[in-house]
């Protein structure tokens, strides 16, 4: 085999592993999007499902039929916002 003929083999090689490559490149930045979109739908749902706790909650506590340990979770997370309003409060007078 000559050398003409060495390169001409090499060159192709190159080729095909660009080819390779530009799609490999092609389908990352696909899968990238995809994931992308599919932690925005996840975020979106547990939005959706903390919502509808915090109504379901609401209408417990208006039906008056809060189980003890019920009670207690509600208190602590009331308790939670509280903080964290505080501690948003306290960052706005800074």
């Known amino acids: ?18 080819q390779q490559h530009a799609q490999l490149q092609k389908e990352n930045k696909q899968l990238h999007q995809k994931l992308a979109h599919t932690q925005y739908q996840n975020e979106t749902l547990i939005t959706q499902i903390l919502t509808v706790q915090q109504k379901l909650d609401a209408v417990r506590i208006i039906n008056n039929q809060l189980a003890e340990s019920d009670k207690r979770d509600i208190e602590k997370r009331i308790n939670q916002y509280i903080k964290d309003i505080d501690k948003c409060i306290e960052v706005l007078h800074k």
């Open 1 to 18: 085999m000559s050398i003409n003929e060495q390169l001409e083999q090499l060159y192709k090689k190159l080729q095909q592993i660009m």
